[in-house]
């Protein structure tokens, strides 16, 4: 089934906040502005633009912190990341930078293990080494370099509270886990 209507810059992302209801992200070519798109019980609605001044310049990641909530992470022009934040069916989208990363490689992947919590995967610019910007208490911690190299594609998913984490390494496919609160 096409989602007619947009002509898509980068790889979009899709996240489900409830059941019956998925929602998709992506960059539209013409302006790089980030539209989102949600079906509920297999009906899709129109395509709307989350936040009026946000660009991107990659392929996006979405995941749910919570009930009803949306975060986004978008590769923006400079290199960093912005976080678009909103609730379901609501026209306020709040962006702020991801400020503890300054540049990232290739496209990032979001998940979150529990209510307020969201984690952040990236390969570091030039070293390809994956790593971990964990979002607690309101802020953006520290990345950690979580011991992978020569990674690609990172893609993250949430299951009671564990992340399992997989790339595409130059001998086949890797796939890690985090617990909860790490």
């Known amino acids: 089934h096409a989602l007619e209507?947009?002509?898509?810059?980068?790889?979009?992302?899709?996240?489900?906040?409830?059941?019956?209801?998925?929602?998709?992200?992506?960059?539209?070519?013409?302006?790089?502005?980030?539209?989102?798109?949600?079906a509920r019980k297999g009906k899709w609605g129109p395509w709307?633009?989350?936040?009026?001044?946000?660009?991107?310049?990659?392929?996006?990641?979405?995941a749910s912190a919570g009930p009803a909530r949306l975060s986004v992470t978008v590769p923006t022009q400079e290199g960093g990341l912005s976080l678009l934040s909103g609730a379901l069916d609501s026209d306020a989208w709040h962006a702020t930078p991801v400020g503890t990363v300054q540049r990232i490689q290739g496209g990032p992947a979001l998940a979150s293990s529990g209510t307020g919590m969201l984690d952040l995967f990236f390969?570091?610019?030039?070293?390809?080494?994956?790593?971990?910007?964990?979002?607690?208490n309101g802020e953006w911690q520290t990345p950690l370099d979580v011991g992978t190299s020569g990674a690609y594609d990172p893609e993250a998913v949430s299951?009671?509270?564990?992340?399992?984490?997989?790339?595409?390494?130059?001998?086949?496919?890797?796939?890690?886990?985090?617990?909860?609160?790490?």
């Open 5 to 38: 209507g947009l002509t898509a810059a980068y790889e979009p992302a899709v996240v489900s906040v409830e059941k019956g209801r998925v929602d998709v992200f992506a960059v539209r070519a013409e302006d790089r502005h980030v539209y989102q798109r949600s």
């Open 48 to 62: 709307t633009r989350t936040h009026p001044t946000v660009t991107a310049a990659g392929p996006l990641a979405a």
């Open 123 to 136: 390969l570091a610019p030039g070293t390809g080494r994956l790593m971990q910007a964990p979002y607690r």
């Open 159 to 182: 299951m009671g509270g564990t992340i399992r984490v997989v790339v595409r390494t130059a001998s086949g496919v890797e796939e890690m886990a985090w617990v909860q609160g790490r």
